[in-house]
């Protein structure tokens, strides 16, 4: 089965942001950056929470980070040895990718032989308030041992300080850190006890926004000292009775021990790995790669809420403002539709509960209908800022229109909950809201449609597709066509509706859906689709785009002045020229392979991928999938692992000038699992059933994986020259 782990043997400064991302591991409710228990904030340690956000001033609002309950470092011989700052003899870090296990093992010497830091910790997925920590010291001589642990109030934020005041407190045996957050007042508990089957001496320090336990003993040579540490974590938006639930949770957890509690969370994993393993033989780099990137995805899927999204860098701290893109329905949703549909559903339920703000922005613009934020925070509100990129010139911001005209991620939330109808067979969401949310998207395309007076079609100007790089462009391709495939979406929704009476009743109180139905039915018919070009078969990205310069990107870049410049925009050197940051035709024709011919797909592929600078992880995965359609596995070899490796090559971008931007990859890790299973495997939905047409890249010899499809779970094993799909009976989760 491989070894499920990842590790690192070299202790470089330089790799503290990067590890906290490669080697987080959270539960839906947290995600706990790879950092070590003794860092303060200037080395980025995170509990980032899901869904919490905050603003101070006049800075981006941001989701928080709560006070750190695992601060833990050692003294010994009244010397402290700690990280960065001491220098080790020998330092490992490790991550179990198939249980969400962290560990570290760390030796300094001293002026009388080693001492050693063994250390693992994971954030429940059995409890999702609950972290746990054994942290064990060992000398080779005998000595004073003191153990500083507690909670660590100094939190790193990008835009906080998010805690107008810190309540550090405690009450025999635990102690507790509140902090009070700015905007909302949310009160963010952090609840810590502890546990050791030796004597040892207790104080407790509060210093600034830290409460420390000092805990002294006098260690033997060769003997390891554990200490176990429970930490809770609670909000005010959890329950009002938070500080009794972190309590509660946590002397639970220490009665019933830490071995017991890991091998409930690892049950868990366990049970997730039984659905959503994929098996690949013969290449074992992808199998790692792969199983990593899902490993990322269950780890911020969000099982405790009935309605929440994951944000575009998943748990793994503050940079994209915390928010939720069109990544979520459009790269990561199909794992979760595949093996978890009632995340799937989570997912999309949050869209249908921020269906109001999305009705706002659309009113802001002037328009009807629903304009889904382009950065989807808390409530729906759009924290994409007017001015996204800061000019490295002039140092001033620029004007960027992503929030303005990024129209398609109102089809991106459609998509996914036809998506969700079309492999659950359920009409639960469409009835729940996805319906409405459906109609108000399809009303606000309707919305956008320009007729010029001596053409009988429909165009959507003024807009922004994938490609972030060419800005307010004319008929869009890949923007059209959604907003076609949104008519089209909205005309069946209001057939399946028109079965349900009461509701039919209802909505039609609001609408009249046989008008709708008209309108859209017009629309789908008349909005202008790009064709293929008559010569080459290529299908012009958005108008005018034929007539830009058409410039290698090494040639682009090396005219770049600077080298952080913004390549896009109204000044971008990208902008005039035919190079594109991500894919944008082909994610369209990835989308709806089956109404262009294989020439078409070749062609386009051809064409635009030496124009495609893959400057967004989105990328890779949807040239790697065409590739795939277009039977070139072994050209969508290399862009599938570009994709699946996203957050294991530490080579992703982490800084813009002065601003962390690191942080997990998740949509680059939905993209790779997409590419194994609907590239590689070919699965897809076919007259009702699924089907698979694989096309395996030469390293694979097989490959096995298996999908839930309408309440039913079947097992798929493809061989180089076969393929079976078994049905292994009703799900039961
Ligand atoms: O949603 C993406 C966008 O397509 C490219 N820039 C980054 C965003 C968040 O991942």
Excluded at 599 to 617: A, D, I
């Amino acid at each position: 089965m491989g070894k499920w782990i990842i590790e690192d043997k070299e202790c470089l400064a330089e790799k503290i942001t990067s590890d906290g991302n490669k080697y987080l591991v959270g539960n839906g409710y947290m995600g706990i950056r790879g950092t070590l228990q003794e860092y303060k904030k200037e080395e980025f340690p995170a509990i980032n929470l899901a869904g919490l956000y905050d603003q101070v001033g006049d800075a981006w609002r941001e989701p928080l980070n709560a006070p750190n309950g695992l601060y833990t470092y050692i003294e010994f011989e009244g010397k402290q040895y700690r990280l960065p700052q001491h220098l080790p003899s020998s330092h490992h870090i490790a991550l179990d990718y198939r249980h969400g296990i962290f560990y570290r093992d760390t030796s300094w010497e001293t002026e009388v032989g080693k001492i050693r830091v063994k250390a693992e910790r994971f954030a429940s997925l059995d409890e999702c308030h609950l972290i746990a920590m054994k942290y064990s010291i060992c000398s080779d001589a005998d000595g004073r041992v003191r153990i500083y642990t507690g909670i660590d109030g100094e939190v790193w934020d990008i835009n906080g300080p998010h805690y107008d005041e810190m309540w550090l407190s405690e009450t025999k045996p635990i102690i507790y850190g509140v902090g009070i957050t700015h905007e909302c007042k949310y009160k963010i508990c952090v609840s810590e006890t502890y546990d050791v089957d030796f004597n040892l001496d207790e104080d407790i320090i509060i210093e600034g926004r830290k409460i420390v336990r000092v805990l002294s003993f006098e260690a033997k040579a060769g003997i390891s000292y554990d200490l176990y540490k429970y930490i809770g974590v609670y909000t005010s938006k959890d329950t009002s009775d938070y500080l009794n639930e972190a309590s509660r949770l946590i002397l639970e957890a220490k009665s019933n021990g830490y071995d017991y509690i890991l091998r409930k969370h690892k049950n868990k994993w366990e049970e997730k790995w039984k659905v959503s393993q994929v098996t690949i033989e013969g290449d074992d780099i992808s199998m790692e790669a792969l199983n990593y990137s899902i490993y990322h995805l269950h780890s911020i899927a969000p099982r405790h809420a009935d309605s929440l999204s994951i944000p575009a860098r998943g748990l793994s701290g503050q940079t994209y403002k915390g928010a939720v893109f069109w990544d979520t329905e459009m790269f990561m949703l199909d794992l979760f539709l595949f093996t978890e549909p009632d995340v799937a559903k989570t997912l999309l339920k949050y869209r249908i509960d921020t269906l109001d703000g999305a009705k706002k922005k659309a009113k802001d613009y002037g328009y009807c209908g629903a304009f889904y934020p382009w950065e989807s925070q808390e409530g729906g509100y759009d924290a994409c800022s007017d001015y996204n990129v800061v000019d490295v010139f002039t140092g001033r911001p620029m004007r960027t229109y992503f929030k303005d005209k990024q129209v398609h991620i109102s089809s991106a939330v459609v998509y996914g909950i036809m998506r969700y109808v079309d492999y659950t067979g359920n009409y639960d969401l469409l009835i729940e809201g996805g319906g409405q949310v459906i109609i108000e998207c399809a009303r606000f395309y309707y919305d956008l449609l320009i007729k010029k007076v001596h053409l009988d079609r429909y165009e959507l100007h003024d807009v922004i597709g994938p490609d972030e790089y060419h800005e307010r462009v004319n008929n869009n391709a890949y923007t059209n066509k959604m907003a076609k495939y949104t008519f089209q979406s909205a005309i069946s929704v209001i057939d399946i509706l028109s079965q349900f009476d009461a509701l039919y009743e209802e909505l039609s109180q609001q609408y009249d859906l046989l008008w709708l139905k008209q309108i859209f039915q017009d629309a789908a018919v008349k909005i202008y689709i790009p064709e293929p070009d008559e010569k080459n078969q290529v299908i012009e990205q958005f108008d005018g785009y034929f007539g830009l310069e058409d410039v290698s990107i090494e040639e682009l870049k090396k005219r770049m002045l600077h080298e952080k410049e913004y390549l896009g925009g109204a000044y971008g050197i990208a902008s005039h020229s035919k190079v594109i940051k991500q894919a944008d035709v082909v994610t369209m024709l990835n989308l709806f392979s089956d109404e262009y011919s294989m020439e078409v797909l070749l062609k386009n592929w051809e064409y635009y991928e030496p124009r495609t600078e893959h400057g967004s992880s989105l990328s890779a995965c949807m040239y790697s999938m065409l590739a795939c359609k277009c039977q070139m596995p072994e050209k969508a070899y290399p862009l599938f692992l570009k994709s699946a490796r996203a957050d294991l090559r530490e080579s992703t971008k982490q800084w813009a000038g002065l601003i962390y931007i690191g942080g997990t990859h998740p949509a680059a890790a939905g993209g790779a699992y997409m590419t194994a299973i609907e590239g590689f495997a070919g699965l897809r939905i076919k007259d009702g059933k699924l089907n698979v047409n694989p096309n395996l890249p030469s390293k694979w010899n097989s490959m096995a994986f298996k999908i839930i499809y309408h309440g039913d779970l079947y097992e798929i094993n493809i061989e180089k020259n076969s393929a079976k799909i078994n049905n292994l009976g009703r799900y039961k989760g």
